[in-house]
């Protein structure tokens, strides 16, 4: 099959949310926001509204070569949304487990509006199997951005969230981990906790999505309606680009985290005792070093460089501390091969990243698509990848009564960690998330 035509078109800037806002009840609806703010301040430039692919793929995958799907001729011409769960990456480590969302999900979009926060303009893309048909798309998605409508703050759509296990259990599962880091089994392992519960009757995962993208907006804001599942990630953390131009791979692992404060000067205080941590930079270099390693599979030998150790990022309810790792990828080497040497991401699974898998899979029930990957292949009209980490996620399934939601939020554990700190660490995470379901 021929790589399709691609025509692009730019326009007037206008605000992604609400041309979202007016796509969100039709199937496929897609928006990647890049957040509230200054944009660029964690790596969002562009953000993406679509609806309506014309191929999708949701399905299991092949446990040796799990991106295999994306080597299909029908997803190599770009604009293409993927999702792949957590479970699928790690299965090689914990075996078959039951499954709660699809390995993978892929979508084809033959138009699309890039939204370009730097310059600022809207591109309308339109990808056709000739130049009229790339044309045709191109008008179908400038109509788009006569759709958008009030994009106001709904109320919360839920008042339930309801943990699934105990607080205690979450806290002995922490102590098991310390005690086998102590015992040598391993050096780390990301640990997380569940919620769940259903939205009010009528109620609709956009709504959670608005809620979230308003005024908490994060770098890798996504929703995603597909069939009866929908996801709503506000997720500040960069898995994976990857320029096909160049060869430039880039990952942007956090670790460590501290929560903010009301009062400016507490606030301060508590990035400056984040910068400082001995734990947190000990963890957040342990998964430097993971993530060195996974890009290496992939990478021309000697060109993985550390960019920046040790970053606090401030965001809406936390700060992070992330440093950036870089690659050049071998010649011949395409997106797939950079997801599948990386995948999953090192930040949420620990060092060594298969025995950790396998704790983390003693302790937990299957993560569905928490802490896998949301990532967009050429979707802004060139061949680029970039994939964010899960985290800060909620997925959504519509079953005759509504919708029912899952949530999850994870710490790091090392030798040193503390049970109850580290369940605080998991409650000021997943904070933003509780109030966009339920509020405060």
Not at 354 to 362: D, E, L, R, Y
Not at 411 to 423: F, Y
Request: net charge negative.
């Amino acid at each position: 099959m021929s790589l399709p035509v691609v025509q692009i078109a730019r326009l007037d800037w206008v605000e992604p949310l609400a041309v979202a806002a007016g796509l969100n009840r039709r199937e496929g609806a897609l928006a990647l926001l890049a957040g509230a703010g200054d944009p660029a301040a964690h790596g969002g430039r562009w953000s993406f509204v679509g609806c309506e692919p014309d191929r999708v793929f949701v399905g299991a995958v092949d446990d040796v070569a799990p991106f295999d799907a994306l080597r299909d001729p029908e997803f190599a011409g770009g604009g293409v949304v993927g999702l792949m769960s957590y479970d699928a990456g790690a299965r090689p480590a914990t075996g078959a487990r039951a499954e709660v969302w699809p390995d993978l999900m892929l979508a084809r979009y033959p138009a699309l509006l890039a939204f370009d926060h730097a310059a600022p303009e809207v591109l309308v893309i339109g990808r056709g199997v000739d130049a009229a048909g790339a044309e045709a798309q191109v008008r179908r998605a400038a109509e788009w951005l006569a759709d958008g409508v009030d994009a106001s703050i709904p109320s919360a759509p839920a008042s339930e969230f309801e943990a699934e296990a105990e607080v205690h259990a979450y806290e002995a599962a922490v102590a098991d981990v310390v005690a086998r880091i102590g015992a040598g089994e391993l050096f780390q392992a990301n640990i997380a906790r569940a919620w769940g519960g259903r939205l009010a009757a009528g109620r609709d995962p956009f709504e959670v999505f608005l809620r979230l993208s308003a005024e908490r907006g994060a770098a890798y804001g996504a929703f995603w309606r597909l069939g009866r599942r929908a996801l709503v990630s506000n997720s500040p953390e960069l898995f994976l680009t990857f320029d096909p131009g160049t060869g430039r791979v880039e990952t942007r692992p956090i670790k460590g985290t501290r929560p903010r404060h009301a009062d400016p000067a507490r606030d301060a205080e508590l990035a400056a005792a984040l910068a400082a941590s001995v734990k947190d930079r000990a963890e957040n270099l342990m998964i430097v070093d993971l993530m060195r390693n996974d890009l290496a599979r992939a990478a021309t030998p000697g060109s993985v460089r550390v960019e920046r150790l040790f970053e606090v990022e401030s965001h809406p309810t936390v700060h992070h501390l992330v440093s950036t790792v870089t690659a050049t990828a071998r010649p011949g080497v395409e997106a797939a091969e950079v997801l599948e040497a990386t995948f999953p991401p090192g930040s949420i699974t620990g060092a060594p990243k298969h025995q950790a898998m396998k704790v983390i899979a003693g302790h937990e029930p299957p993560r569905g698509p928490w802490c896998g990957s949301l990532f967009g292949l050429g979707l802004a009209g060139d061949g680029g990848l970039t994939a964010s980490v899960l985290i800060r996620t909620a997925s959504f399934e519509l079953d005759a009564v509504g919708w029912g939601f899952r949530a999850l939020a994870g710490a790091g554990i090392v030798a040193d960690s503390d049970p109850g700190a580290e369940r605080e660490e998991t409650e000021a995470k997943i904070s933003a998330l509780k109030d966009a379901l339920i509020g405060v």
